[in-house]
């Protein structure tokens, strides 16, 4: 009886590789993805496409894709040998440079994949994945820069793309190393303040190989009272996936700005074009106020969305302030219009957070348009509108009207 099962099951075996052997291998083709995309069974689905290429040996996505499984199944040296194959006999075909070029990428060797993937743009100038690709190939070699500029070249090709609009963010200036900006807010109060509020700041940034570096000087007239205020601003990148925003800053009247200020949030970019940061804000007036703020992002085709939270223990209760922003991009980084709501009041904008000391119980309504704009290769302007309805005390509020406008120049 043992043999016979024996002799059946070795029978079975013979017809499941004979009726294999004999798929066509498209059905093959389908299977092995099947078994690696859908059970992560890389040796099964190995085994399956090579047989594909056996019977299909001019199919070139048949060898590309034989050579990823190779990769994802730590089998570096079959892949490689496979890739650097299809990509020399197929160097105008944009996969083969995609899927090459990764894996040098990925074997920690970035020079060599710059080639790769420039010599697969030469020919495929509209694929979405050789830009990403270089830019993250530039990001590993410290070429800030030269990432920025390539990501903004493949927006043109590609001005939906939400991959690429991520990546973009806080990239820096392009092929300009260094930007100097002047803003100025005027704020008005209907009936609470007899004369308006006017913030006016000039600011220099210098893209470092890591990332940008701010210093602010800001000047405040708040109350009948001038103050000045001098903060640093830091946006160091990590890595691929991660980055951080620091601040500091010193004011010489804490009656108009806190006395001291300073800021730490990191930043994760995530798959399917999400941001998520978590951070902290400290401001120090009269007595201290510790801020714990985070905020959920993400990117759809030509658009932005972002959610924030401020969270504020105190002595008196908990103050929060939550914000909803979109913004709609009608060409580069530099190129969009926003429309932002919000409740409550935030450390990081500059025009209410004298108020902040005080708000642990009161609310504020906003509202906020506007428009920001890239004139020539290095000029940048940009405007706000904000309407707020504040509550001074528990049974005294009052309209807040608010115009900001800036102009940046880079070089």
Known sequence: ????????????????????????????????????????????????????????????????????????????????????????????????????????????????????????????????????????????????????????????????????????????????RNEVGVDYSFVHFKEQFNEPWHIASLNYQHQTNIGPLIGRLSYGNRFGMGSSQFELDFYPRLSNTFYAYMNAGISNDKGVFPEYRAGFSLYANLPAAFELDAGLRYLQFTDDSWIYTFGLGKYYKNYWFNARAYITPSDNGVADSYALEARYYFGGPDDHVLLRAGTGFSPDNSANNVLYESTSRLRSNNITAGFRKLLGKSNVVYSELTYGRIEFTSDSKDDQYTIKVGYIKRF
Request: proline share 3%.
């Open 1 to 176: 009886m043992k043999k016979q099962l024996w002799l059946y099951g070795l029978l079975f075996m013979h017809l499941c590789a004979w009726s294999q052997e004999n798929q066509p291998a498209e059905e093959l083709y389908s299977r092995a993805r099947a078994e690696a995309f859908d059970h992560k069974a890389y040796k099964k689905a190995i085994e399956l496409m090579v047989l594909a290429n056996q019977k299909a040996p001019e199919n070139v996505d048949y060898q590309i894709f034989l050579g990823r499984l190779y990769t994802w199944d730590q089998q570096t040296e079959k892949a490689r040998t496979i890739l650097k194959t299809t990509f020399g006999d197929n160097p105008t075909y944009d996969d083969a440079a995609l899927a090459y070029g990764s894996l040098v990428f990925w074997d920690k060797k970035p020079s060599k994949a710059l080639e790769i993937v420039d010599k697969g743009l030469e020919t495929n100038v509209d694929s979405e994945s050789l830009w990403v690709l270089k830019a993250k190939i530039l990001m590993e070699l410290k070429e800030n820069q030269r990432a920025s500029a390539t990501l903004t070249d493949a927006l043109k090709h590609h001005p939906k793309s939400t991959v690429v609009r991520s990546l973009l963010q806080n990239m820096g200036t392009g092929t300009y």
